[in-house]
C-alpha cells in the first residue's frame, strides 16, 4: 500500500504562484509514475501533469508552459509549481501513484484563484 499526503494549496490572485507537494511512503518501490489531478465543482477529474519513474514528464494542455512537475527521490516527493494562475485553475488537486497494484490516492488539497 502506498499513503499519499498532500500540501501547499491555498488562496491566490489570478497571476499568482502555488507549489504543491505530495509526500509518499508505504511500498513506494511499487510505483511506476506520480501525477497530479484536479477536479472542479460539476467536472470530471483531469490530468494535469506526470511524471515517471525515469523523468518523463506529461502536461495538459491547458497548464504547458505554466505548471511544472519534479520529484526528489531522496524525500519521495513530487512537486507541482504552479505559476500564472488563472481563476480556471480552480480546484481540488489530488496527488496519483500509479502502480503495479493499481492507482492510490491522496485525500486532495483546494486551490482557489480570484478574479
Known amino acids: 500500500q502506498v499513503r499519499l499526503v498532500e500540501s501547499g494549496g491555498g488562496l491566490v490572485q489570478a497571476g499568482g504562484s502555488l507549489r504543491l507537494s505530495c509526500a509518499a511512503s508505504?511500498?513506494?518501490?511499487?510505483?511506476?509514475?506520480m501525477g497530479w489531478y484536479r477536479q472542479a465543482p460539476g467536472k470530471q477529474r483531469e490530468l494535469v501533469a506526470s511524471?515517471?519513474?525515469?523523468?518523463?514528464?506529461n502536461y495538459a494542455d491547458s497548464v504547458k508552459g505554466r505548471f511544472t512537475i519534479s520529484r526528489d527521490n531522496a524525500k519521495n516527493t513530487v512537486y507541482l509549481q504552479m505559476n500564472s494562475l488563472k481563476p480556471e485553475d480552480t480546484a481540488v488537486y489530488y496527488c496519483?501513484?500509479?502502480?503495479?497494484?493499481?492507482?492510490?490516492w491522496g485525500q486532495g488539497t483546494q486551490v482557489t484563484v480570484s478574479s
Open positions: 496519483n501513484a500509479d502502480t503495479i497494484y493499481g492507482h492510490y
Open positions: 511524471i515517471t519513474s525515469g523523468g518523463s514528464t
Open positions: 508505504g511500498r513506494i518501490f511499487i510505483v511506476n509514475a
